[in-house]
């Protein structure tokens, strides 16, 4: 039974660990606001700003690293200060091997409506990914000019390994013999 608890432990969330490229996009330079380091790790309330400027095209950008292969899934957790019906902010979510620029695979389109977004990456595994990409693609045509989609961190849920995966049938294996130990009493 304890193998069967220590496999699961393993499925936890990975947090990005270092944002390989970053460009700030064309409005905020508040230093609180762009600096990268604020999306790494778990949720703590610090936020990158991607920036845009409320034209199409003008967004910020970053590239996450985990320093773990991911297939299945990816969270980001976004950061809007007030009601997100006030600053809506959208974003799209690239995902590659490869970490530079035009390696990526749109996975998602995003918003900031809710604060934790879940993205299915199942129609994409098969191919282990490493990076995530954060695209900003705010448009706001009241001249509103903002600090764009902001992220608090980003997580994802890593690829089991090899040996995982033997442990969790030998934890299996195990409790279905305890269960036919007891049924047979």
Avoid: C
Wanted: no cysteine.
């Amino acid at each position: 039974v304890s193998l069967f608890f220590a496999v699961s432990s393993h499925a936890a969330t990975i947090w990005a660990t270092s944002v390989v490229d970053y460009d700030l996009g064309a409005s905020s330079t508040d230093p609180s606001r762009i600096d990268p380091n604020n999306a790494l790790g778990s949720p703590n309330g610090s936020f990158l700003s991607l920036g845009h400027d409320g034209q199409v095209g003008t967004g910020g950008w970053a590239i996450f690293d985990f320093d773990s292969l991911f297939d299945t899934s990816a969270l980001v957790i976004e950061t809007t200060n007030g009601n997100p019906n006030n600053w809506k902010e959208y974003a799209d979510v690239y995902v590659s091997s490869d970490s530079s620029p035009n390696a990526f695979t749109l996975v998602a389109s995003i918003n900031n409506f809710s604060g934790a977004i879940d993205i299915d990456l199942s129609a994409f595994a098969g191919n282990p990914f490493r990076y995530l990409k954060i695209v900003d693609t705010t448009f706001d045509n009241s001249g509103h000019a903002g600090d764009g989609f902001d992220v608090d961190a980003v997580g994802v849920a890593p690829v089991p390994e090899p040996g995982t995966m033997i442990l969790l049938g030998f934890g299996l294996m195990g409790l279905v013999g305890l269960g036919r130990k007891k049924f047979q009493k």
